[in-house]
């Protein structure tokens, strides 16, 4: 089992920035690849980033690409969600993912946190 939980959410305004982070406990974080997926009110929840479980590799979704970092810390079990010039289409429930497989599928993922919440206000 992993279990995460997610911190750093808050009510910003367009054009700041935000760092969230992930802590796992548990079972061997470094084994697995770790996500961020959010869920606007009304929507699904969808992909936002996702790196390897040795940080090698990262992928973004279009909407955030450019703007959004994800990087982790293995001595840490820590993976991060830096978030730059924030627009309101951001506001969210961001959560953290972790899988065996590296996926940008939320149906692949296998521990998921609580999530955290991120407004950003226009």
């Known amino acids: 089992q992993v279990q995460l939980v997610e911190s750093g959410g808050g009510l910003v305004q367009a054009g700041d920035s935000l760092r969230l982070s992930c802590v796992a406990s548990?079972?061997?974080?470094?084994?697995?690849?770790m996500g961020w997926f959010r869920q606007a009110p009304g929507k699904e929840r969808e992909f936002v980033a996702v790196?390897?479980?040795?940080?090698?590799?990262?992928y973004y979704a279009g909407s955030v690409k450019g703007r959004f970092t994800i990087g982790r810390d293995n001595a840490k079990k820590t993976v991060y969600l830096q978030m730059n010039s924030l627009k309101p289409e951001d506001t969210a429930v961001y959560y953290c993912?972790?899988?065996?497989?590296?996926?940008?599928?939320?149906?692949?993922?296998?521990?998921w946190g609580k999530g955290t919440l991120v407004t950003v206000s226009s």
């Open positions: 548990g079972r061997t974080f470094s084994s697995y690849a």
């Open positions: 993912a972790a899988s065996e497989v590296l996926t940008t599928s939320r149906d692949g993922m296998d521990y």
């Open positions: 790196i390897t479980w040795s940080g090698s590799d990262t």
